[in-house]
């Protein structure tokens, strides 16, 4: 493999839990008697990803919790499941309830967002983005999409031009979705990386963001060319869903002919990276660990008046070889 658009990660491997997203709920709200403590001392923090369905994000909240708790917070989050309503209600929930002292999360979509970011802010409550920013918020938790598709695009080309020659004309299919700069930009990476390195390839672009979404996107793409060979994924759930199909359509675990790679991954995607010559061949993510380690301290110190700024977290290649670092323990 050629390693040199590989980038170093900031931090370190996870060792908490990955648990179902907690709704929020009155009995969340109660919480453990070290929660309930943290109401009466300093209030409560929340984050609000836009769906329980991407499990990178469930990682990152079992890591923040006991971070945000023995800081004293109370630590609140949601599962709006797509819905921008709910998810809006939930945050007009958090302005209200009064204890609340800062807010992060993923919209699904930021220009509905605007106006209870800008309620939140009259209350006094900074509210913080991850990997998005959008009007009235403070600061993000950043990652360069672009670069991390640019990267893994070029990876997988580098190594098929080897067998296949630069000029070889394949398909590529690219999985993702544009609804967002965070996802569009990385689906435009995944493009411009390998058109660098193969030209004369074909990049087809499949929506999909969930595990069933790339599942019937894979056995539509196989039933117009079922000489797609090559699959790249903008995260790794959509790709669990290829994986699969492509499992269920007769195709083995390590067929030589057959390249699939994401952004992302959690431990599924570190198992089947793992498979003696697996077809999964690398993913290229920011390690859940440090993702909730800036988010956890961007709330921390949002919440304490400190002046916070955006947190910039690097990328790092996974592969069979060192996928054993990246496990979040169960």
Known sequence: MNKSTMRLAAGATAAAAALTLAACSSAEETGSDSSAAAVEDKGALAMGFATSEIQIWNDQLEIMRPIIEDAGYEFLTDDPQLDINRQVSSWQAWVNRGDVKAIMGYPVSTDSMVPVTEQATD????????????????????????????????????????????????????????????????????SEGFASVM????????????????????????TADPDTH?????????????????????????DPDYYVASRDATNEVLDYIKVPDSIWHTSIVVPAQALAEANAQLLIDAAEGKDVEDVFVDSVFVTAENADEFYVSE
């Open 123 to 190: 209350a006094g409550i900074p509210v913080l983005g991850y990997l998005l920013s959008w009007e009235g918020v403070s600061a993000a938790t950043v990652v360069d999409s672009y670069q991390g598709g640019y990267d893994l695009a070029v990876n997988a080309a580098e190594e098929l031009a080897e067998d296949l020659g630069a000029d070889a004309s394949i398909t590529v299919a690219a999985l993702g979705t544009r609804d967002e700069e965070f996802g569009a930009r990385a689906m435009d990476g995944l």
């Open 230 to 254: 090559v699959w790249l994924g903008a995260s790794n759930d959509s790709m669990l869903g290829v994986y699969q199909a492509l499992l269920d359509s007769g195709v083995a675990a390590d």
């Open 199 to 222: 030209p004369n390839a074909t990049i087809t672009e499949l929506a999909a963001s969930t595990r069933e979404e790339g599942y019937n996107a894979t056995n539509n793409q196989l």
